[in-house]
C-alpha cells in the first residue's frame, strides 16, 4: 500500500515545487532586474507629477490610497493596472525620483500636457522625452535594463480641448495631421532609445466626457465631438502600422483601444442601469463643481467645499468631468487585458 503510494507522492512533490518556483519567477521574487514601465504624456497616465494640482487635494485619492496621492481620480489608474499586469508596482513619478526607487520604472507624464504645448506650465510629451534621455546619458539605466522595458504612452486629447478653447482649431485635419506626425516621431524616439515594446493609447471617444456630454444633459455622448476620436485614431492607427512595417520586430508598436473600451464600459453600465435604477448614470461625474468656474475640489474663501460628491465612486463611470473613476478605468483594463498581453510576449 504505502509503496504504491510513492511514486504519487514524488510526483505531488514535484509538481508542488515546479508550481512554487514558476510563481516566484513570475512574482519577480528571485528576480534583481525586473521589467520596467515607463510612462510618458497626460493626467490620464500620471500617477504624482502635477504637484500643484487638484490631484494632490481631496477628494482625490479617497478610494485609493485613501488620501490624495497624484492621480486625477479617486484611485487607481490606468497606469497602476498596466503595472500590476506588468507584476510591478507602479513606477515612481519623476518628481520624486532618487536613487533609490527607479527599480520599476519612471512615470514622466504630467497632467494637462499634450504632444504640442498646452496652457499648463508642464513638460509637453517631447521633453518628457528629452528627460527620458537624459537619465540615459547618465547611465542611471541600461541598454540591458530597457531591454526587457515597456513604454506608455497617453496624449492628444489636451491639444484637443486646448485648441478648441483657444480657438485655435480653424483647419482640424490639418492640426489633426500635425499632432500624429509629431506623435510617431515620439514614439519612434522612445523606440529608438532602446524600449522594447510600446503601448500608445488611442484617444477616448471625447464626446462622453462629462465636460461635453453636459450638452445632451448626460443622457448620450455627442457623436460629433467622437468623430473627431475616431478620425484621429484612424490616422494613428495607420501611423502605428507604418512603424511597425520598418521595424525590424514587427509588434514593437501597440494600441490601446481608449475609443471603444471607454464606449463599451459605458454601455455595459447603462444597460445594467436599465434593469436597475439605483445604480449611476455612467455619464455623470462622480465630483462635480457646483458652478462652471468650480471643478471637483474647489473650496472658497472660507475653505468650504464649492463640489459635490456622489455617495458612492465605485459606482462611477467618470470620477470628475474629464477623467474616468477607478471603476471606470477598472472596466477599462479589463477589456484592454488581451492586448496588453501582446506587451509580454
Ligand atoms: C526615495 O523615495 C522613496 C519613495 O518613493 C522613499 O521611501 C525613500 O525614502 C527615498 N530614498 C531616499 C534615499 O531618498
Ligand atoms: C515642447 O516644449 C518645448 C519647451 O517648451 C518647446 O520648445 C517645443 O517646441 C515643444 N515641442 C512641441 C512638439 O510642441
Redesign the pocket.
Known amino acids: 500500500m504505502a509503496k504504491q503510494l510513492i511514486p504519487f507522492i514524488i510526483s505531488l512533490l514535484l509538481f508542488i515545487f515546479t508550481e512554487v518556483e514558476g510563481a516566484k519567477r513570475s512574482y519577480g521574487v528571485y528576480n534583481s532586474n525586473p521589467v520596467k514601465l515607463f510612462v510618458f504624456g497626460d493626467s490620464y497616465v500620471d500617477t504624482g507629477n502635477f504637484v500643484h494640482s487638484e490631484s494632490y487635494k481631496p477628494p482625490s485619492g479617497i478610494t485609493f490610497p485613501g488620501n490624495p496621492a497624484g492621480r486625477f481620480c479617486d484611485g487607481r489608474i490606468i497606469t497602476d493596472y498596466v503595472a500590476s499586469f506588468l507584476k510591478i508596482e507602479s513606477p ?1 513619478p519623476y518628481t ?1 525620483r ?4 527607479l527599480h520599476y520604472g519612471i512615470n514622466f507624464a504630467y497632467g494637462g500636457t499634450g504632444i504640442f504645448s498646452t496652457s499648463i506650465d508642464g513638460p509637453n510629451a517631447t521633453a518628457q522625452i528629452d528627460s527620458f534621455e537624459k537619465l540615459i546619458q547618465q547611465n542611471i539605466y541600461t541598454k540591458h535594463d530597457l531591454e526587457s522595458s515597456i513604454a506608455l504612452v497617453n496624449a492628444g486629447g489636451n491639444d484637443y480641448t486646448n485648441a478648441l478653447k483657444t480657438g485655435r482649431i480653424i483647419d482640424l485635419p490639418g492640426f489633426m495631421e500635425s499632432l500624429v506626425k509629431q506623435m510617431s516621431v515620439n514614439l519612434k524616439r522612445i523606440r529608438s532609445l532602446g524600449i522594447k515594446k510600446v503601448a500608445v493609447g488611442l484617444l477616448q471617444p471625447i464626446g462622453c466626457l462629462p465636460v461635453l456630454n453636459v450638452i445632451s444633459f448626460r443622457t448620450n455622448c455627442i457623436g460629433l465631438l467622437n468623430v473627431i476620436s475616431k478620425d484621429h485614431n484612424k490616422m494613428l492607427l495607420k501611423a502605428v502600422q507604418e512603424l511597425n512595417k520598418e521595424a525590424a520586430d514587427k509588434s514593437v508598436f501597440i494600441t490601446l483601444d481608449l475609443y471603444n473600451s471607454f464606449l463599451s464600459a459605458i454601455e455595459t453600465m447603462q444597460k445594467k442601469r436599465a434593469e436597475k435604477s439605483t445604480l449611476m448614470n455612467p455619464l455623470q461625474p462622480c465630483c462635480e463643481g457646483n458652478n462652471l468656474e468650480d471643478s471637483c475640489g474647489s473650496l472658497d474663501d472660507e475653505g468650504s467645499k464649492k463640489y459635490s460628491l456622489c455617495e458612492n465612486p465605485k459606482l462611477s463611470f467618470f470620477w470628475d468631468t474629464l477623467h474616468p473613476s477607478q471603476n471606470g478605468w477598472f472596466a477599462v483594463y479589463t477589456i484592454l487585458q488581451s492586448t496588453l498581453g501582446q506587451l509580454i510576449t
Open positions: 515612481t520624486f532618487n536613487s533609490s526607487n
